[in-house]
């Protein structure tokens, strides 16, 4: 069974940063691509950054570009983002999701299969 735990949330200054992990267990996620998403009160589940577990290539919503960096520990399944120059408006709950590898990355929560619980990331101006 699939089981994807974040950790490393929590509260930070505007202009702070923040490394979120996310540990991924339950089968071989060579063939997955991991994303990262995030959730504010009443919004929608936006798309923050994913990574092809195999190859390592990366993407960002525009949210993250220049600021967020998602990468990948092969030996210890853990996938991780490192948040830098943290804004009040990056509150929210941050989720780890998978999903297994297609050509294209989904950008769309809706497509993910796998979930973690959540970690809240509460930025103070």
């Known amino acids: 069974q699939v089981q994807l735990v974040e950790s490393g949330g929590g509260l930070v200054q505007a202009g702070g940063s923040l490394r979120l992990s996310c540990v991924a267990s339950?089968?071989?996620?060579?063939?997955?691509?991991m994303g990262w998403f995030r959730q504010a009160p009443g919004k929608q589940r936006d798309f923050v950054a994913a990574?092809?577990?195999?190859?390592?290539?990366?993407y960002y919503g525009d949210s993250a570009k220049g600021r967020f960096t998602i990468s990948r520990d092969n030996a210890n399944n853990t996938v991780y983002l490192q948040m830098n120059s943290l804004k009040p408006e990056d509150t929210a709950v941050y989720y780890c999701?998978?999903?297994?590898?297609?050509?294209?990355?989904?950008?769309?929560?809706?497509?993910?299969?796998?979930w973690g619980q959540g970690t809240q990331v509460t930025v103070s101006s």
């Open positions: 999701a998978a999903e297994p590898s297609k050509p294209y990355i989904p950008y769309s929560a809706e497509t993910y299969d796998y």
């Open positions: 339950g089968r071989t996620f060579s063939n997955y691509i």
């Open positions: 990574i092809r577990w195999s190859g390592g290539s990366t």
